[in-house]
Nanobody, 122 residues
Framework: QVQLVESGGGLVQAGGSLTLACTASGRVVSVNDMGWYRQAPGNQRDLVAVISSSGMTNYGLYVKGRFTISRDNAKNTVSLQMNSLKPEDTSTYYC????????????????WGQGTQVTVSS
């Protein structure tokens, strides 16, 4: 079994900062891309940021310059530093990873975390 466990969501005032973290655990053999998506009620799930195993990053247009994604390959952890938060950043944030486990390696499957709520007050 593979799990993604998220932490770090919460309530913050506009202009403030939060850091989200996500760790992959279980029968993990290798992890390819790791990233964060967000979904507000009634909306589709959108890309926030993604980082490859070699450290290449890509960001959603609305977070560029404010959010920074990073990862620790040794710990199978991805983090999202969110600065200058706006009320429109309010959403449930989901961790995503492409993971090859002991049964599927070298093929990787998509895994999702349970979601963590980020609320930005104006």
């Amino acid at each position: 079994q593979v799990q993604l466990v998220e932490s770090g969501g919460g309530l913050v005032q506009a202009g403030g900062s939060l850091t989200l973290a996500c760790t992959a655990s279980g029968r993990v053999v290798s992890v390819n891309d790791m990233g964060w998506y967000r979904q507000a009620p009634g909306n589709q799930r959108d890309l926030v940021a993604v980082i490859s195993s070699s450290g290449m990053t890509n960001y959603g247009l609305y977070v560029k310059g404010r959010f920074t994604i990073s990862r620790d390959n040794a710990k199978n952890t991805v983090s999202l530093q969110m600065n200058s938060l706006k009320p429109e950043d309010t959403s449930t944030y989901y961790c995503h990873a492409q993971i090859a486990d002991r049964k599927t390696w070298p093929a990787a499957s998509d895994y999702w975390g349970q979601g963590t709520q980020v609320t930005v007050s104006s």
